[in-house]
């Protein structure tokens, strides 16, 4: 059934997404179920299903449960993007706002009040980077003090003393590319962009900053930072440095508390196996994020227009022919938002996985007049 309704552009950098797909104001729209052509009333301006609304307001009137182990699924994706944004509302664009009060007031039934969890309260309070690095900085003292101690007792002091001096590496690699990413200015537009009031493309107004952000790609809690032009590489590589960091130290856990049950050495057991959970509880979150941000960067796609749909399709069974996600209703959005397509055609910056890598991590992003169009 074709459904009229009325779009209207949630947002600037949406606006030419939008034109593409949509018809005349109050025309029809070709969705996936196609029976008969009926004539239905505009819907109400800015309301348009989208994955940020999903998100945010019950994930769409159905409940989702995402896999950060599989990674498989929008839903699993779309878990591991709550995990490093929270899912409190601190964005403050308007259409955000009035879609999330309109998409409220369409439930049939009341919902009790959702329950902030620990991490929606730690991050109002600005408090997860001082955990965040707090944890990192205890992990590097158990490795630097007990299991270097036991890797001396086990083999010798050279390769103790190697033990240490690769340890400290990365911690502090992890530690220094965090500092960069939480303090440095993302990237706001220079003062002539501003002021001539036309913004560079794939720039987003955060709710941090005075000015758009260039090349903006998401709000990380974690950090308590934007993501964007100037800081984006380097969340990379605090990302890699975490991974690298969970993955050997959980290792490392292992096998010198298999050692320590061999002499019986129990406490040393016991703080080993402490620093093993912690280890493999940072490793289950940290990991999905990064796999998440490798697809991006291989498609050369950005956090925030995965969050927006920019490049997404679904199949009409009617036709074969592909629809936007976003000029689909909110009924089938939600019922085929695990089966969304990526279509590289709609993304102008994809250019292959290889180039879309080399353009990630070697355009020079702090030169003047760079506007982050990559």
């Not at 348009?48 to 699924?73: D, E, F, K, Q």
């Not at 069974?317 to 959005?333: H, K, M, N, Q, R």
């Amino acid at each position: 059934m074709v459904i009229c309704r009325r779009l209207v552009c949630p947002s600037e950098e949406d606006s030419d997404t939008t034109s593409e797909s949509s018809t005349d104001e109050g025309g029809s729209y070709a969705l996936v179920h196609q029976e008969e052509r009926v004539q239905a009333t505009p819907a109400r301006q800015s309301k348009r299903p989208s994955t940020t609304l999903h998100t945010m307001v019950s994930g769409g009137g159905r409940p989702r449960a995402g896999s950060l182990l599989m990674l498989t699924t929008r839903t699993d994706l779309q878990e591991a993007v709550a995990l490093m944004e929270g899912t409190i509302t601190l964005e403050d664009d308007e259409w955000i706002a009035e879609n999330v009060r309109l998409a409220a007031e369409d439930q049939q039934e009341e919902e009790p009040p959702k329950k902030e969890s620990l991490l929606d309260t730690l991050e109002k309070k600005r408090l997860l980077p001082i955990l965040l690095s707090g944890s990192l900085l205890l992990g590097a003292s158990c490795m630097l003090s007990l299991q270097r101690s036991l890797v001396g007792e086990i083999l010798n002091a050279t390769y103790a003393r190697v033990f240490a001096l690769v340890a400290t590496f990365w911690y502090v690699v992890a530690l220094g590319f965090m500092g960069f990413v939480a303090f440095i200015d993302p990237g706001q537009v220079d003062d002539y962009t501003f002021e001539s009031g036309e913004s560079p493309k794939r720039s987003h107004k955060s709710w941090q900053y005075d000015r758009p952000l260039r090349r903006f790609d998401h709000y990380c809690r974690w950090v308590a930072n934007g993501i964007a032009l100037r800081n984006h590489r380097e969340f990379m590589a605090m990302l890699i440095s975490f991974v690298v960091i969970a993955v050997a130290g959980s290792i490392v856990d292992v096998i010198l508390a298999y050692k320590c049950t061999t002499v019986q050495d129990w406490v040393s057991f016991v703080v080993l196996l402490v620093h093993l959970f912690y280890q493999l509880g940072f490793a289950y979150y940290v990991i999905p994020i990064f796999r998440l941000h490798v697809g991006f960067v291989s498609r050369n796609e950005l956090a925030n227009e995965w969050k927006h749909d920019k490049h997404y399709i679904v199949h009409s069974d009617i036709t074969g022919e592909p629809v936007w996600v976003g000029d689909l209703s909110a009924e089938e959005f939600d019922e085929f938002f695990d089966t969304f397509e990526y279509d590289p055609t709609r993304n102008e910056f994809d250019e292959g996985c290889p180039n879309n890598c080399f353009a990630f991590w070697c355009t020079p992003r702090c030169r003047k007049g760079q506007l982050g169009e990559f």
